[in-house]
């Protein structure tokens, strides 16, 4: 009773709290006693002006719960805007695990988190709707959008938003380059459901050979796994099937496992293009040596339900191969949403939509895209040469000096990145001063407009357009959000670079991106690694550090313990072959 008593008198005490629940055991010979204490809240409403107006937020719409889209709403402080996110699947995918996904090594749940998960962990409120952008009207702030639930549900399934601020999203689609028959015969890999049913084709490849009565010719052929396309994705898949093959579908199905093939058809010279030469070559000498056929220098024509034709670029030749199943990874293309807005803002004639450094669509003020459907066009250093000479001559002397350069190299380098790639590029120019000296290497106290234009006339040549993947996605994605964050305080005081053609300075630092290196799995528990520094890793060390890497960057603890708990149930027990 003393102890109920304490509780009565704590509950008076703090009003302010809604509820106080104390779950007591006490040993009594009658078993446990419950108690149970609620406190009433204060119920004194706060005083408020009526004639005091809330200030109205601006209304920023998010389309994709992609890399980009999900990193955004990560690090948006929600409770400066009204933010609302439009997206036509309510979760996010760690899309680097997908290869795993198709072989089961991981399940698709593992790698999946509900993006209202993510939002509600924020600060503010973040309104989701499970739809499809299919109209963007720039000229209105308005987008239309359409409901993929297609149930039979009561309600209006196209509805319209009014945005302050437009963050385009959407990631990009499967580029087929118009070859015949690969939207109807072909799987993809660039979704969650892709995975799935690349998973159940190939289980189902499997048992359509063991059964009685075809020939071997056919079994060959349904046990024929084609993919086209050498780039990382393509190169994974080939690695994870080629396990799953060899670690676990021969032991169930012995019959026929001297029957089964894998070929990569490449129509360049060399897979893993993007990678040093070192990984590329490694990875073709280990491919052969598991009996993966690597077919490079040849280009897809058509594809069919039963074959795929295809033509030897060195032979000048069109070949037809029968296959079971085919995997199209070649490329990224825009969605249809994005290509009608490109004609709007009047980049109808680019195959991208075109951002400027602060990833802001060129041609619209309130318009982000972030990811794999837009690029960053990057201002030229030729374009402002005069005016960063200009602006340099602090004397108006029509010449510049060593220490007048000085003085404005440090906004140079932030507001046009490629000066930075041009001196790493070459070695002779260890410091920024050099790029001033003259054709002979002699040092020079003072240069004219130009033998400036001259010293600077190559960095343009360091320009390259960023990769479409996840690490550039997420870090535009965090980038924005910082910008919002701070948009109000950038308004006073400014942090970008100063301005060359104007006065003043930029309110943001343009977007840099930097890259951490990139992973290539190539199977037999073996990877290779291309790390900042020139560096590269290859081996079963290498797939260690895939391994650490990839489940320190899942998006929660839950799906960081699932990823985990399913490469230990594989490494124990082995895949699931079940189609489901």
Request: glycine share 6%.
């Given at each position: 009773?003393?102890?109920?008593?304490?509780?009565?008198?704590?509950?008076?005490?703090?009003?302010?709290?809604?509820?106080?629940?104390?779950?007591?055991?006490?040993?009594?010979?009658?078993?446990?006693?419950?108690?149970?204490?609620?406190?009433?809240?204060?119920?004194?409403?706060?005083?408020?002006?009526?004639?005091?107006?809330?200030?109205?937020?601006?209304?920023?719409?998010?389309?994709?719960?992609?890399?980009?889209?999900?990193?955004?709403?990560?690090?948006?402080?929600?409770?400066?805007?009204?933010?609302?996110?439009?997206?036509?699947?309510?979760?996010?995918?760690?899309?680097?695990?997908?290869?795993?996904?198709?072989?089961?090594?991981?399940?698709?749940?593992?790698?999946?988190?509900?993006?209202?998960?993510?939002?509600?962990?924020?600060?503010?409120?973040?309104?989701?709707?499970?739809?499809?952008?299919?109209?963007?009207?720039?000229?209105?702030?308005?987008?239309?959008?359409?409901?993929?639930?297609?149930?039979?549900?009561?309600?209006?399934?196209?509805?319209?938003?009014?945005?302050?601020?437009?963050?385009?999203?959407?990631?990009?689609?499967?580029?087929?380059?118009?070859?015949?028959?690969?939207?109807?015969?072909?799987?993809?890999?660039?979704?969650?459901?892709?995975?799935?049913?690349?998973?159940?084709?190939?289980?189902?490849?499997?048992?359509?050979?063991?059964?009685?009565?075809?020939?071997?010719?056919?079994?060959?052929?349904?046990?024929?796994?084609?993919?086209?396309?050498?780039?990382?994705?393509?190169?994974?898949?080939?690695?994870?099937?080629?396990?799953?093959?060899?670690?676990?579908?021969?032991?169930?199905?012995?019959?026929?496992?001297?029957?089964?093939?894998?070929?990569?058809?490449?129509?360049?010279?060399?897979?893993?293009?993007?990678?040093?030469?070192?990984?590329?070559?490694?990875?073709?000498?280990?491919?052969?040596?598991?009996?993966?056929?690597?077919?490079?220098?040849?280009?897809?024509?058509?594809?069919?339900?039963?074959?795929?034709?295809?033509?030897?670029?060195?032979?000048?030749?069109?070949?037809?191969?029968?296959?079971?199943?085919?995997?199209?990874?070649?490329?990224?293309?825009?969605?249809?949403?994005?290509?009608?807005?490109?004609?709007?803002?009047?980049?109808?004639?680019?195959?991208?939509?075109?951002?400027?450094?602060?990833?802001?669509?060129?041609?619209?003020?309130?318009?982000?895209?972030?990811?794999?459907?837009?690029?960053?066009?990057?201002?030229?250093?030729?374009?402002?040469?005069?005016?960063?000479?200009?602006?340099?001559?602090?004397?108006?002397?029509?010449?510049?000096?060593?220490?007048e350069f000085k003085d404005v190299i440090d906004d140079?380098?932030?507001?046009?990145?490629?000066?930075?790639?041009?001196?790493?590029?070459?070695?002779?120019?260890?410091?920024v001063k050099d790029l001033l000296k003259d054709p002979?290497?002699?040092?020079?106290?003072?240069?004219?407009?130009?033998?400036?234009?001259?010293?600077?006339?190559?960095?343009?040549?360091?320009?390259?357009?960023?990769?479409?993947?996840?690490?550039?996605?997420?870090?535009?994605?965090?980038?924005?959000?910082?910008?919002?964050?701070?948009?109000?305080?950038?308004?006073?005081?400014?942090?970008?670079?100063?301005?060359?053609?104007?006065?003043?300075?930029?309110?943001?630092?343009?977007?840099?991106?930097?890259?951490?290196?990139?992973?290539?799995?190539?199977?037999?528990?073996?990877?290779?690694?291309?790390?900042?520094?020139?560096?590269?890793?290859?081996?079963?060390?290498?797939?260690?550090?895939?391994?650490?890497?990839?489940?320190?960057?899942?998006?929660?603890?839950?799906?960081?313990?699932?990823?985990?708990?399913?490469?230990?149930?594989?490494?124990?027990?082995?895949?699931?072959?079940?189609?489901?």
């Open positions: 009773m003393a102890i109920l008593s304490f509780l009565g008198r704590a509950s008076r005490t703090y009003k302010g709290y809604p509820k106080l629940l104390v779950l007591c055991t006490l040993s009594l010979s009658s078993g446990g006693l419950v108690a149970y204490s609620e406190s009433q809240p204060d119920t004194r409403a706060p005083h408020v002006d009526p004639n005091e107006k809330e200030p109205e937020k601006k209304r920023v719409v998010v389309l994709g719960t992609g890399w980009a889209g999900t990193s955004l709403l990560k690090d948006l402080d929600a409770s400066l805007y009204d933010v609302q996110v439009v997206s036509p699947r309510n979760y996010f995918a760690f899309t680097p695990l997908l290869p795993s996904v198709t072989c089961g090594t991981v399940e698709a749940r593992s790698i999946v988190e509900p993006i209202r998960n993510i939002a509600k962990k924020r600060k503010g409120e973040v309104k989701i709707w499970e739809a499809e952008c299919v109209k963007i009207d720039a000229a209105n702030n308005k987008i239309l959008c359409r409901s993929n639930i297609e149930n039979n549900l009561v309600g209006n399934r196209e509805f319209f938003l009014e945005y302050d601020y437009l963050v385009i999203g959407v990631g990009a689609q499967v580029n087929t380059f118009n070859t015949p028959g690969v939207k109807e015969n072909c799987h993809f890999l660039k979704e969650v459901e892709d995975a799935q049913k690349i998973r159940r084709s190939v289980i189902d490849c499997f048992e359509m050979a063991i059964l009685p009565g075809l020939s071997e010719e056919e079994r060959r052929t349904n046990l024929h796994f084609i993919i086209v396309g050498g780039g990382p994705t393509g190169v994974e898949f080939a690695a994870e099937l080629h396990d799953f093959l060899a670690e676990d579908l021969v032991k169930l199905y012995p019959a026929v496992k001297d029957l089964v093939k894998i070929t990569v058809i490449q129509s360049g010279d060399h897979i893993l293009n993007t990678f040093d030469e070192r990984i590329s070559s490694f990875a073709e000498k280990k491919f052969r040596r598991d009996g993966i056929e690597v077919q490079t220098g040849c280009r897809v024509v058509s594809v069919s339900d039963k074959d795929i034709t295809m033509k030897v670029k060195s032979k000048e030749e069109v070949c037809t191969v029968p296959h079971g199943l085919v995997v199209w990874s070649t490329g990224i293309g825009t969605r249809p949403v994005v290509r009608d807005f490109m004609e709007q803002v009047g980049q109808a004639k680019r195959r991208v939509l075109a951002t400027d450094e602060w990833l802001r669509v060129k041609g619209c003020e309130n318009v982000y895209a972030i990811g794999d459907c837009a690029t960053i066009d990057q201002r030229k250093v030729m374009e402002d040469i005069l005016s960063i000479f200009e602006a340099a001559d602090k004397d108006n002397s029509g010449t510049l000096t060593v220490e140079i380098l932030i507001r046009y990145p490629q000066v930075d790639h041009y001196l790493k590029s070459q070695r002779h120019l260890r410091e002979q290497g002699n040092d020079q106290q003072e240069v004219n407009v130009e033998q400036f234009k001259l010293a600077l006339s190559h960095v343009d040549s360091q320009m390259k357009s960023l990769p479409a993947t996840a690490q550039v996605a997420a870090q535009q994605g965090a980038y924005l959000s910082r910008c919002f964050n701070h948009r109000i305080q950038s308004e006073e005081n400014p942090e970008g670079p100063r301005r060359f053609r104007g006065s003043g300075r930029h309110r943001f630092r343009p977007f840099q991106y930097k890259h951490f290196g990139q992973f290539a799995p190539l199977g037999g528990e073996q990877a290779a690694a291309e790390l900042p520094g020139d560096w590269v890793s290859i081996g079963h060390s290498t797939q260690w550090l895939w391994y650490s890497v990839y489940a320190s960057k899942q998006v929660s603890w839950r799906t960081r313990m699932l990823v985990v708990s399913d490469w230990t149930r594989r490494f124990i027990f082995g895949r699931d072959s079940s189609r489901i």
